[in-house]
């Protein structure tokens, strides 16, 4: 979708937005899939609720975008525009055992920032792709731990109340990757409290996470991570290994040979083939072992 009224254009450099013409999503994206739209930068967060008025009021439809990492979007012509935060310097600020972290931070440094200041308990995310922000909306969690257990505060713009808003972590209900903000919420920054940890023990656990992650999962290819939730008390990775599905192809979209639960573009896979993918292992699930898979990726196809 491209943004036509020159209004909102002229009305962008004052709320600090950079407009980037025609992105690729693909390239936005860590499966490398997804057609093109306008993408709004947005560098200052109180411009936000001005932003999304103006919007709003010219009947643009609009998604946030996080890192891209969990991500499967349709393709051609995008039927909206993408929002995406600009990361400021600095993006993490420690304070004691606490941490303020801005949304577009990447998970992974902040990870290892903290680790450097001694502070733990994330190890488990380390190799997780993706922004703070993205985490914390869908509550990410590996190795026997969930973000959402050291959140403390959220900064957050709510669509229902066209306001930025502060969320004390227990008015947050933080569930497996699921969380009680609404679809249409922006995370802006997380406030975090981390227990004190020596760096060095730190560093051996995210080691310890890092192996596994690294012979268990497809790491070096184009993937969205885990493709379905884990059914209770299963595991949607074995259900699909089980059922011999590894290297199932649908175009270049592939069942990953090392991890049933990761699906791959292993070429120029479109969002049609990986969704033919998708569908086509769920219906293989639901005859073989009655269980509806959900999906863990998010969806953008219209
Ligand atoms: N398994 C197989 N075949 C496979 C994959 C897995 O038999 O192809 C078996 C494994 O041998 C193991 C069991 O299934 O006995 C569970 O596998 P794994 O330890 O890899 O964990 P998972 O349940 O498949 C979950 C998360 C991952 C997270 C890992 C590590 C979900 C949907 N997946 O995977 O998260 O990294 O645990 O904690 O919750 C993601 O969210 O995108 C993601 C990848």
Known sequence: MRIEDPKIVAALPELSVELRRASSLAELTSLAIGGATDLLRIRDHESIPGLLSLLDYHGVPHR???????????????????????????????????????????????????????????????????????????????????????????????????????????????????????????????????????YKEILQGIRICNEKRRSSQPLGQKSAGCIFKNPPGASAGRMIDELGLKGLSVGDA????????????????????MLALISNVRERVRSAFSVELEHEVVIWNA
């Open 64 to 198: 946030f975008l996080g890192g891209g990492s969990n991500l499967l979007v349709g393709d051609g012509e995008l039927p909206w525009i993408v929002l995406q935060l600009a990361s400021p310097d600095p993006d993490v600020v420690l304070e004691g055992n606490f941490a303020q972290v801005d949304a577009a931070a990447d998970l992974g440094r902040m990870v290892t920032y903290c680790a450097k200041h001694d502070l733990g308990g994330m190890e488990g995310l380390i190799g997780v792709p993706g922004t703070v922000g993205g985490a914390l909306r869908m509550n990410a969690g590996a190795y026997g731990m969930q973000i959402g257990s050291y959140v403390r505060e959220v900064k957050v713009y709510r669509a229902a109340t066209r306001r930025i808003e502060i969320l004390r972590g227990e008015q947050i209900s933080f569930e497996y990757r699921h969380t009680s903000f609404a679809p249409d919420d922006m995370m802006l920054a997380v406030k975090l409290e981390l227990p004190s940890k020596p």
């Open 254 to 273: 592939r069942v990953s040979d090392r991890h049933a639960n990761f699906f791959v573009n292993a070429g120029k896979a479109s969002a049609k083939d």
